[in-house]
Protein backbone atom coordinates (compact mmCIF):
# COMPACT_ATOMS: atom_id res chain seq x y z
CA UNK A 1 0.00 0.00 0.00
CA UNK A 2 1.01 3.82 -0.57
CA UNK A 3 -0.26 5.64 2.89
CA UNK A 4 -0.41 9.55 3.09
CA UNK A 5 -0.18 11.25 6.49
CA UNK A 6 -0.89 14.28 7.63
CA UNK A 7 0.91 15.65 10.59
CA UNK A 8 4.69 15.21 11.67
CA UNK A 9 4.37 14.83 15.60
CA UNK A 10 4.14 11.90 17.22
CA UNK A 11 0.95 10.50 16.82
CA UNK A 12 1.23 10.75 13.03
CA UNK A 13 4.77 9.61 13.23
CA UNK A 14 3.68 6.21 14.32
CA UNK A 15 1.45 6.13 12.01
CA UNK A 16 4.06 6.73 9.14
CA UNK A 17 6.32 3.82 11.89
CA UNK A 18 3.59 0.96 11.41
CA UNK A 19 3.20 1.41 7.89
CA UNK A 20 6.59 0.91 7.19
CA UNK A 21 6.54 -2.01 9.55
CA UNK A 22 3.68 -3.68 8.02
CA UNK A 23 6.00 -3.11 4.41
CA UNK A 24 4.48 -0.44 3.08
CA UNK A 25 5.07 2.93 1.43
CA UNK A 26 4.58 6.11 3.69
CA UNK A 27 4.58 9.70 2.09
CA UNK A 28 4.25 11.97 5.49
CA UNK A 29 3.58 15.40 4.44
CA UNK A 30 4.05 18.25 7.82
CA UNK A 31 3.16 21.98 7.51
CA UNK A 32 6.29 23.21 9.30
CA UNK A 33 9.54 22.41 8.48
CA UNK A 34 10.04 20.41 11.74
CA UNK A 35 6.58 19.74 13.76
CA UNK A 36 6.72 21.89 16.88
CA UNK A 37 3.58 21.34 18.57
CA UNK A 38 2.91 18.94 22.14
CA UNK A 39 4.84 16.21 20.48
CA UNK A 40 8.08 18.35 21.20
CA UNK A 41 6.00 20.34 24.27
CA UNK A 42 5.55 17.93 26.83
CA UNK A 43 7.64 15.90 29.18
CA UNK A 44 8.92 12.88 27.40
CA UNK A 45 6.96 10.54 29.57
CA UNK A 46 5.35 7.80 29.20
CA UNK A 47 2.64 7.85 32.12
CA UNK A 48 0.55 4.33 32.51
CA UNK A 49 0.17 5.07 36.35
CA UNK A 50 -2.45 7.44 36.18
CA UNK A 51 -4.55 5.62 33.45
CA UNK A 52 -8.42 5.16 33.70
CA UNK A 53 -8.84 1.42 33.81
CA UNK A 54 -10.23 -0.46 31.04
CA UNK A 55 -9.56 0.43 27.79
CA UNK A 56 -7.40 3.61 28.26
CA UNK A 57 -4.93 1.48 30.55
CA UNK A 58 -4.45 -1.20 27.88
CA UNK A 59 -3.51 1.34 25.31
CA UNK A 60 -1.09 2.51 27.64
CA UNK A 61 0.65 -0.33 28.75
CA UNK A 62 0.28 -2.01 25.23
CA UNK A 63 1.94 1.11 24.20
CA UNK A 64 4.46 1.19 26.51
CA UNK A 65 5.64 -2.37 25.54
CA UNK A 66 5.78 -0.52 21.80
CA UNK A 67 8.44 2.03 23.17
CA UNK A 68 10.23 -0.12 24.31
CA UNK A 69 10.71 -2.41 21.55
CA UNK A 70 11.55 0.46 19.35
CA UNK A 71 13.54 1.99 21.91
CA UNK A 72 15.76 -0.78 21.53
CA UNK A 73 15.93 0.01 17.61
CA UNK A 74 16.53 3.76 17.94
CA UNK A 75 18.51 4.51 20.49
CA UNK A 76 17.91 8.06 19.57
CA UNK A 77 14.47 7.64 21.15
CA UNK A 78 16.25 8.14 24.84
CA UNK A 79 13.58 5.37 26.16
CA UNK A 80 14.47 5.47 29.99
CA UNK A 81 12.31 2.61 31.51
CA UNK A 82 12.97 4.89 35.22
CA UNK A 83 9.24 4.27 37.03
CA UNK A 84 7.71 7.24 38.60
CA UNK A 85 7.07 8.36 42.67
CA UNK A 86 4.43 10.29 43.48
CA UNK A 87 5.39 11.26 47.36
CA UNK A 88 2.71 12.29 49.77
CA UNK A 89 2.34 13.88 53.11
CA UNK A 90 -0.95 14.08 54.68
CA UNK A 91 -3.15 11.37 55.42
CA UNK A 92 -5.67 11.78 53.00
CA UNK A 93 -3.59 11.68 50.07
CA UNK A 94 -2.22 8.61 52.10
CA UNK A 95 -5.43 7.14 52.33
CA UNK A 96 -5.41 7.85 48.36
CA UNK A 97 -2.61 6.03 47.32
CA UNK A 98 -3.68 2.88 49.86
CA UNK A 99 -5.98 3.01 47.26
CA UNK A 100 -4.43 3.11 43.80
CA UNK A 101 -1.98 0.28 45.35
CA UNK A 102 -4.92 -2.17 46.27
CA UNK A 103 -6.35 -1.65 42.55
CA UNK A 104 -7.35 -4.80 41.31
CA UNK A 105 -5.23 -3.75 37.95
CA UNK A 106 -2.26 -2.31 40.29
CA UNK A 107 0.12 -5.07 39.41
CA UNK A 108 -0.25 -4.36 35.96
CA UNK A 109 0.50 -0.93 36.74
CA UNK A 110 3.43 -1.66 38.71
CA UNK A 111 1.59 0.43 41.95
CA UNK A 112 3.71 -0.13 44.87
CA UNK A 113 3.02 2.07 48.33
CA UNK A 114 6.72 2.74 49.36
CA UNK A 115 7.90 4.18 53.02
CA UNK A 116 9.70 7.54 52.62
CA UNK A 117 12.88 5.75 53.08
CA UNK A 118 12.42 2.86 49.80
CA UNK A 119 11.64 5.96 48.08
CA UNK A 120 14.86 7.75 48.75
CA UNK A 121 16.53 4.26 48.00
CA UNK A 122 14.65 4.61 44.60
CA UNK A 123 15.47 8.27 43.90
CA UNK A 124 18.15 9.73 46.64
CA UNK A 125 17.58 13.06 44.98
CA UNK A 126 14.39 13.03 46.80
CA UNK A 127 15.51 14.35 50.34
CA UNK A 128 12.35 16.63 51.16
CA UNK A 129 9.89 15.56 53.78
CA UNK A 130 7.14 13.53 53.01
CA UNK A 131 5.85 10.22 54.56
CA UNK A 132 5.28 7.68 52.25
CA UNK A 133 4.70 7.56 48.13
CA UNK A 134 3.15 5.58 44.99
CA UNK A 135 5.61 3.98 42.90
CA UNK A 136 4.71 2.99 39.56
CA UNK A 137 7.35 0.74 37.87
CA UNK A 138 6.02 0.59 34.63
CA UNK A 139 5.88 4.28 33.90
CA UNK A 140 9.18 5.27 31.31
CA UNK A 141 10.51 8.27 29.93
CA UNK A 142 11.58 9.09 25.92
CA UNK A 143 13.56 12.53 25.00
CA UNK A 144 10.86 14.49 23.24
CA UNK A 145 12.91 16.92 21.68
CA UNK A 146 14.71 14.77 19.45
CA UNK A 147 12.33 11.60 19.63
CA UNK A 148 11.11 12.42 16.18
CA UNK A 149 13.90 13.03 14.58
CA UNK A 150 15.36 9.89 15.63
CA UNK A 151 12.12 7.89 14.09
CA UNK A 152 12.26 9.95 11.11
CA UNK A 153 15.63 8.91 10.75
CA UNK A 154 15.17 5.20 10.68
CA UNK A 155 11.96 5.54 8.69
CA UNK A 156 13.92 6.93 5.88
CA UNK A 157 16.53 3.88 6.13
CA UNK A 158 13.57 1.75 5.35
CA UNK A 159 13.59 3.09 1.87
CA UNK A 160 9.86 3.50 1.85
CA UNK A 161 9.39 6.67 3.35
CA UNK A 162 9.19 10.19 2.07
CA UNK A 163 9.42 13.10 4.75
CA UNK A 164 7.85 16.50 3.02
CA UNK A 165 8.15 19.24 5.43
CA UNK A 166 6.82 23.09 4.78
CA UNK A 167 3.54 21.99 2.97
CA UNK A 168 -0.02 22.27 4.36
CA UNK A 169 -2.66 20.22 3.27
CA UNK A 170 -5.89 22.11 1.75
CA UNK A 171 -7.77 19.22 0.39
CA UNK A 172 -8.88 15.83 0.01
CA UNK A 173 -9.17 15.00 -3.76
CA UNK A 174 -10.74 11.91 -5.04
CA UNK A 175 -11.26 9.09 -3.06
CA UNK A 176 -7.02 9.08 -1.44
CA UNK A 177 -5.33 11.67 -2.12
CA UNK A 178 -4.99 14.98 -0.66
CA UNK A 179 -3.84 18.55 -2.39
CA UNK A 180 -1.31 20.39 -0.20
CA UNK A 181 -0.47 24.70 -0.67
CA UNK A 182 1.81 24.05 -3.18
CA UNK A 183 -0.26 22.72 -5.75
CA UNK A 184 0.69 19.19 -5.44
CA UNK A 185 -1.52 16.49 -5.20
CA UNK A 186 -0.69 13.50 -3.45
CA UNK A 187 -2.42 9.40 -3.72
CA UNK A 188 -2.69 6.32 -2.29
CA UNK A 189 -4.35 3.81 -0.62
CA UNK A 190 -4.94 5.48 2.61
CA UNK A 191 -5.33 8.90 4.08
CA UNK A 192 -4.86 9.72 8.01
CA UNK A 193 -5.03 12.81 9.07
CA UNK A 194 -3.06 13.32 12.07
CA UNK A 195 -3.53 17.53 12.83
CA UNK A 196 -2.76 17.34 16.51
CA UNK A 197 -4.21 20.80 17.94
CA UNK A 198 -5.11 22.26 14.19
CA UNK A 199 -8.71 21.53 13.97
CA UNK A 200 -9.73 24.69 12.06
CA UNK A 201 -9.32 24.83 7.94
CA UNK A 202 -9.56 21.25 6.41
CA UNK A 203 -9.86 19.32 9.61
CA UNK A 204 -13.04 21.36 9.90
CA UNK A 205 -14.67 21.55 6.35
CA UNK A 206 -13.96 17.28 6.00
CA UNK A 207 -14.84 16.29 9.67
CA UNK A 208 -17.40 19.12 11.20
CA UNK A 209 -17.63 19.46 14.77
CA UNK A 210 -15.79 17.14 16.60
CA UNK A 211 -15.48 16.23 20.81
CA UNK A 212 -11.75 17.54 20.73
CA UNK A 213 -11.08 20.43 22.82
CA UNK A 214 -7.71 22.33 22.86
CA UNK A 215 -5.78 22.76 26.24
CA UNK A 216 -3.20 24.84 26.81
CA UNK A 217 0.04 24.39 29.47
CA UNK A 218 3.01 25.97 30.82
CA UNK A 219 5.95 24.44 31.75
CA UNK A 220 9.76 25.05 32.23
CA UNK A 221 13.45 22.90 31.87
CA UNK A 222 16.42 24.21 34.26
CA UNK A 223 20.76 23.51 33.83
CA UNK A 224 21.61 20.14 34.99
CA UNK A 225 20.74 19.32 38.33
CA UNK A 226 24.33 18.00 39.34
CA UNK A 227 22.82 14.27 40.25
CA UNK A 228 20.97 12.18 39.14
CA UNK A 229 16.63 12.07 39.00
CA UNK A 230 16.61 7.90 38.92
CA UNK A 231 12.52 8.34 38.47
CA UNK A 232 10.00 10.79 37.13
CA UNK A 233 8.07 12.27 40.07
CA UNK A 234 4.68 13.97 40.59
CA UNK A 235 3.13 15.60 43.24
CA UNK A 236 -0.16 14.34 45.10
CA UNK A 237 -2.00 17.13 43.13
CA UNK A 238 -1.82 14.82 40.32
CA UNK A 239 -4.15 12.21 42.04
CA UNK A 240 -7.06 15.14 41.12
CA UNK A 241 -6.32 15.11 37.41
CA UNK A 242 -5.48 11.36 36.90
CA UNK A 243 -9.14 9.24 36.97
CA UNK A 244 -6.99 6.31 38.02
CA UNK A 245 -7.45 7.54 41.45
CA UNK A 246 -10.50 8.59 41.86
CA UNK A 247 -12.32 11.89 40.60
CA UNK A 248 -12.34 14.24 43.39
CA UNK A 249 -10.74 11.92 46.31
CA UNK A 250 -8.89 15.31 47.66
CA UNK A 251 -11.36 18.11 46.61
CA UNK A 252 -13.53 17.91 49.88
CA UNK A 253 -10.94 17.44 52.41
CA UNK A 254 -8.24 19.00 51.23
CA UNK A 255 -8.19 22.31 48.95
CA UNK A 256 -5.22 23.23 46.27
CA UNK A 257 -3.31 26.11 46.89
CA UNK A 258 -5.02 29.34 45.14
CA UNK A 259 -2.43 29.32 42.66
CA UNK A 260 -2.58 25.90 42.13
CA UNK A 261 -6.15 25.81 41.70
CA UNK A 262 -6.77 28.59 39.53
CA UNK A 263 -4.15 27.38 36.96
CA UNK A 264 -5.56 23.79 37.71
CA UNK A 265 -1.77 22.61 38.13
CA UNK A 266 -0.11 19.34 39.34
CA UNK A 267 3.66 19.07 39.66
CA UNK A 268 5.42 16.51 36.91
CA UNK A 269 8.83 16.41 36.86
CA UNK A 270 11.21 13.88 34.53
CA UNK A 271 15.10 14.53 33.91
CA UNK A 272 16.66 14.96 30.77
CA UNK A 273 19.67 13.00 29.09
CA UNK A 274 21.66 16.80 29.65
CA UNK A 275 20.93 16.58 33.38
CA UNK A 276 18.10 19.32 33.04
CA UNK A 277 14.75 18.92 34.80
CA UNK A 278 11.41 19.22 32.63
CA UNK A 279 8.86 20.78 34.74
CA UNK A 280 4.95 21.64 34.72
CA UNK A 281 2.29 21.55 34.70
CA UNK A 282 -0.89 23.98 34.22
CA UNK A 283 -3.82 23.25 32.38
CA UNK A 284 -6.13 26.17 30.47
CA UNK A 285 -9.24 24.91 28.77
CA UNK A 286 -11.49 28.27 28.19
CA UNK A 287 -10.00 29.48 23.97
CA UNK A 288 -8.94 31.63 22.95
CA UNK A 289 -5.64 31.40 25.24
CA UNK A 290 -4.18 34.19 26.43
CA UNK A 291 -0.88 34.72 24.32
CA UNK A 292 1.58 35.38 27.38
CA UNK A 293 2.56 32.81 30.19
CA UNK A 294 2.62 33.77 33.62
CA UNK A 295 5.54 33.39 36.36
CA UNK A 296 2.77 32.59 39.21
CA UNK A 297 2.45 28.81 38.34
CA UNK A 298 6.11 28.76 37.84
CA UNK A 299 6.91 29.75 41.02
CA UNK A 300 5.03 27.53 42.67
CA UNK A 301 6.11 24.80 41.04
CA UNK A 302 9.64 25.71 42.18
CA UNK A 303 8.75 26.18 45.72
CA UNK A 304 7.17 22.23 45.30
CA UNK A 305 9.86 20.68 43.28
CA UNK A 306 12.54 22.70 46.19
CA UNK A 307 10.41 21.15 49.07
CA UNK A 308 10.92 17.38 47.48
CA UNK A 309 14.47 18.19 46.68
CA UNK A 310 15.36 19.56 49.95
CA UNK A 311 17.43 21.95 47.72
CA UNK A 312 17.02 24.98 45.39
CA UNK A 313 16.53 24.37 41.77
CA UNK A 314 19.00 25.06 39.04
CA UNK A 315 18.96 27.99 37.14
CA UNK A 316 15.52 28.12 34.90
CA UNK A 317 16.75 27.85 31.20
CA UNK A 318 13.74 27.54 29.43
CA UNK A 319 9.89 28.75 30.01
CA UNK A 320 7.02 28.13 27.03
CA UNK A 321 3.35 26.96 26.29
CA UNK A 322 2.10 23.91 24.00
CA UNK A 323 -1.00 23.08 23.13
CA UNK A 324 -2.94 19.89 22.43
CA UNK A 325 -5.70 18.58 21.60
CA UNK A 326 -7.97 16.61 23.97
CA UNK A 327 -10.76 14.50 23.07
CA UNK A 328 -13.99 15.44 25.65
CA UNK A 329 -15.67 12.00 24.78
CA UNK A 330 -14.30 10.04 28.49
CA UNK A 331 -14.99 6.61 26.89
CA UNK A 332 -12.23 7.37 24.26
CA UNK A 333 -8.36 7.61 24.36
CA UNK A 334 -8.29 9.38 21.37
CA UNK A 335 -11.04 10.74 18.01
CA UNK A 336 -11.06 8.25 15.36
CA UNK A 337 -13.52 9.16 12.48
CA UNK A 338 -13.73 8.32 8.61
CA UNK A 339 -13.96 11.18 6.90
CA UNK A 340 -13.85 9.91 3.34
CA UNK A 341 -13.91 6.62 1.48
CA UNK A 342 -10.29 6.02 2.48
CA UNK A 343 -9.40 8.90 4.63
CA UNK A 344 -9.19 8.82 8.59
CA UNK A 345 -8.96 11.85 10.99
CA UNK A 346 -6.92 10.43 14.38
CA UNK A 347 -6.66 13.41 16.71
CA UNK A 348 -7.37 14.28 20.83
CA UNK A 349 -5.28 11.88 22.84
CA UNK A 350 -5.06 14.62 25.06
CA UNK A 351 -1.77 14.43 27.40
CA UNK A 352 -2.33 10.78 26.39
CA UNK A 353 -0.22 11.43 23.19
CA UNK A 354 3.16 10.33 23.92
CA UNK A 355 2.23 7.45 26.12
CA UNK A 356 -0.43 6.24 23.77
CA UNK A 357 0.85 7.21 20.17
CA UNK A 358 2.17 3.48 19.12
CA UNK A 359 -0.80 1.65 20.56
CA UNK A 360 -2.97 4.55 19.06
CA UNK A 361 -1.42 3.73 15.53
CA UNK A 362 -1.68 0.07 16.10
CA UNK A 363 -5.03 0.04 16.02
CA UNK A 364 -5.78 2.34 13.43
CA UNK A 365 -3.44 -0.15 11.20
CA UNK A 366 -5.36 -2.93 12.52
CA UNK A 367 -8.64 -1.25 11.90
CA UNK A 368 -7.41 -0.25 8.64
CA UNK A 369 -6.10 -3.91 7.39
CA UNK A 370 -3.05 -2.26 7.02
Known amino acids: MRVIVVGAGVVGTMHAWHAV???????????????RGASLRNFGQIWVSGRAGGEELETALRARELWEGI???????????????????????????EAAAARPDAAARGFELVSADRARALNPALRGDFRAAL???RDAAVEPRTAQLALRAALLASGRYTFLPGREVRDLVGERGVRDDH??????????????AWLGGLVREVAGDIPVR????????????????TTSVADADSFRYYPAYGSGALESGQPQEPVAAAHRMQLLMVQRLDGGLTIGDTHEY?????????????????????????RPLPPVRRRWAGVYAQCTDTTRVVHRQQVREGAWLVTGPGGRGMTCSPAIAETTANELNW
Not at 71 to 95: C, K, N
Not at 183 to 196: I, K, Q, R
Not at 214 to 225: K, N, S
Open 286 to 310: EHPFAFDTLEDPYEHLTRVVEALLG
Open 21 to 35: ERGHEVVHIERETEA
Open 135 to 137: WCE
Open 183 to 196: GETHTGDAVVLCTG
Open 71 to 97: GARVPGLGFRPIGSLTPVRTDLELAVA
Open 214 to 229: RVRLQMMQTGPLGEAL
